[in-house]
């Protein structure tokens, strides 16, 4: 059991990897950020998200403004290895906005962004930090109109399983509800 889960505040972090899971608003965000913060005065937001529009713009002030100065936040598309994490607790937000800049920028070729994506994840699992990594469950909603959705939805399931695999904790959110199923 972490020491978020049973409300005390710890001083030293064992490096773990936790992947935080669940739907859309399911309460992911809230609550990786609420157990960073029991684990660090100081955590680390890394944020994934490119500005594709207004509406991407809108949801990065938003999640900006969730934050107050006890965060670092950097903004790093793909290369989340290279960001200085060593002794640091850090939120990944989001593995399904990450596999997205991977997703476009092989043009859509699946076999090449989860090569790229589980390489990068594996550099990224080698630093001494605790990492709590957010993802989407986007293959349980309906079946996606277009083969590129339906292709990308393949490839967010196969990338949350290889992550979930090498986890040390996994916890899925339902409506605002962790429930830890490793």
Known sequence: M???????????????IYFITGGVRSGKSKYAMRFALDLSPHPVYIATARRWDDDFQKRISRHLADRDDRWTTIEEEKQLSKVELEGKVAVVDCVTLWLTNFFVDTKQDIEQSLKEAKHEFDRLAEKKCTLLLISNEIGMGVHAPS?????FTDLQGWINQYIAEKADKVIFMISGIPVTIK
């Open 2 to 16: 972490t020491s978020f889960e049973e409300g005390a505040v710890s001083t030293y972090v064992k490096p773990m």
């Open 147 to 151: 083969k590129a959705g339906r292709e």
